[in-house]
T-cell receptor, first 108, second 113 residues
Framework: RKEVEQDPGPFNVPEGATVAFNCTYS??????FFWYRQDCRKEPKLLMS???SGNEDGRFTAQLNRASQYISLLIRDSKLSDSATYLC?????????FGKGTTLSVSS | DAGITQSPRHKVTETGTPVTLRCHQT?????MYWYRQDPGHGLRLIHY???????DKGEVSDGYSVSRSKTEDFLLTLESATSSQTSVYFC????????????FGSGTRLTVV
């Protein structure tokens, strides 16, 4: 059974902090990975794709380590608005396999 | 944002009754999906569709059926609702590219009493 494992947290950090989330995936043949963000009682929204070479979008950096089968998300200079649950996702074939999410709470 | 809507947004139903949830898209995407989200389990795939009349089962398909008679509509039916089907149901659509990810609807909160 294909799985994605994440530390559920919660991660409680002050504004301005740098925080990193990791997740591991079980399917060594997987090719595409994503990070989604989900606010309380809302639908998940695509935050960023994860590329083998690593990619950055503003304060967010995603990296993929295929040898160890883990994916990371780094958030720099945390904002209050970053408080949410972050879902690690493996595109295994046609469907997406979701981790259970890591909760981030940023406080002032 | 992609045009995807779910209806109803909220529903309370009694055990043993049939329930149909609707997902409608205006993006002409080929792939459509139904997920359920429960505390401690995350998002789990129920059924998906890769074209009109083409559907397949996901991880938690027991007790659910789907239909897709038009590209824009994907229906999820609980034949005889049970309390274990109380959940938040999300529909999603995806484009053709491997790296496109999904766009989700706003969800349907279903309570079976």
């Amino acid at each position: 059974r294909k799985e994605v494992e994440q530390d559920p947290g919660p991660f409680n950090v002050p504004e301005g902090a740098t925080v990193a989330f990791n997740c591991t995936y079980s399917n060594s043949a997987s090719q595409s990975f994503f990070w989604y963000r989900q606010d309380c009682r809302k639908e998940p929204k695509l935050l960023m794709s994860v590329y083998s070479s690593g990619n950055e979008d503003g304060r967010f950096t995603a990296q993929l380590n295929r040898a160890s089968q883990y994916i990371s998300l780094l958030i720099r200079d945390s904002k209050l608005s970053d408080s949410a649950t972050y879902l690690c996702v493996d595109q295994a074939g046609t469907a997406l396999i979701f981790g259970k999410g890591t909760t981030l709470s940023v406080s002032s | 944002d992609a045009g995807i809507t779910q209806s109803p947004r909220h529903k309370v139903t009694e055990t043993g009754t049939p329930v149909t949830l609707r997902c409608h898209q205006t993006e002409n995407h080929r792939y459509m999906y139904w997920y359920r989200q429960d505390p401690g389990h995350g998002l789990r795939l129920i059924h998906y569709s890769y074209g009109v009349k083409d559907t397949d089962k996901g991880e938690v398909s027991d007790g659910y059926s789907v239909s897709r008679s038009k590209t824009e509509d994907f229906l999820l039916t609980l034949e005889s609702a049970t309390s274990s089907q109380t959940s938040v149901y999300f529909c999603a659509i995806s484009g053709l590219g491997q790296g496109d990810g999904y766009t989700f609807g706003s969800g349907t909160r279903l309570t079976v009493v």
